[in-house]
């Protein structure tokens, strides 16, 4: 029994569950053998998915807190919301990466990269790639304070990601969608914190670290 409560909580599981509904776009890396279009739409909305997620544990948390039961789950999603996000960088790349293998000439990505519909996407990529490379322990301890203000950069990174979805995608309201499903989160975690500072000022923080 514990050997499996080790494997269900071992992070190359977490990994290959995370990435194991997009593996297509992974494989078709060296394949080649499926719909580009498909593989950029399945690699970003899974990105964005997976950004989503990442980005729900905080609000998730402090909802525990306040109605005092979960503690368990919230145990659970605290150490793994780094992976949440390195999951999503990788969803990006992969993104980028089909982009660039399909293009094949660097010029033709130079020119492009100064349309609105691709800058976004460029800026988006670049805080990501930020993000991504300093979600370590030791980045933490380097950076210090500085290291929770970086990563608040997560936010115009997600607001680029979308506004590129958007002027790419003919369906329009898929973007807005998940564009709303990204603010919930930080709409109920300010709720929840408003809501306990009215009822007891003295309770208002979190008992978790996030």
């Known amino acids: 029994m514990r050997v499996m409560t080790r494997i269900l909580n071992s992070f190359p599981l977490l990994y290959l569950l995370l990435l194991w509904?997009?593996?297509?776009?992974?494989?078709?890396?060296?394949g080649r053998e499926w719909y580009y279009p498909e593989m950029?739409?399945?690699?970003?909305?899974?990105s964005i998915r997976l950004l989503i997620l990442c980005i729900a544990v905080t609000p998730v948390l402090r909802l525990i807190n306040w109605i005092g039961h979960g503690k368990a789950l919230g145990r659970w999603l605290l150490p793994?919301?780094?992976?949440?996000?390195?999951?999503?960088?990788?969803y990006a790349f992969v993104h980028l990466a089909h982009y660039v293998m399909h293009a094949e000439d660097l010029a033709d990505i130079w020119i492009e990269a100064f349309d609105l519909a691709f800058l976004t996407g460029w800026i988006s990529l670049l805080i990501y790639a930020a993000l991504t490379v300093t979600s370590n322990?030791?980045?933490?301890?380097?950076?210090g304070r500085w290291w929770k203000k970086l990563h608040?950069?997560?936010y115009?990174?997600?607001a680029f990601a979308f506004w590129h979805w958007y002027l790419f995608d003919f369906h329009i309201d898929r973007a807005g969608f998940w564009?709303?499903?990204?603010?919930?989160?930080?709409?109920?975690?300010?709720?929840?914190?408003?809501?306990?500072?009215r009822l007891n000022p003295a309770t208002a923080k979190s008992t978790f670290r996030t």
């Open 179 to 197: 564009a709303a499903l990204f603010c919930a989160p930080k709409l109920i975690q300010g709720g929840v914190h408003l809501w306990r500072r």
């Open 156 to 158: 115009p990174a997600a």
């Open 80 to 90: 793994r919301r780094r992976h949440f996000g390195l999951a999503s960088g990788i």
């Open 40 to 46: 950029m739409h399945i690699s970003g909305v899974w």
């Open 21 to 30: 509904p997009g593996h297509v776009t992974i494989w078709d890396l060296y």
């Open 137 to 143: 322990d030791w980045s933490v301890i380097r950076l």
């Open 152 to 154: 608040l950069l997560v």
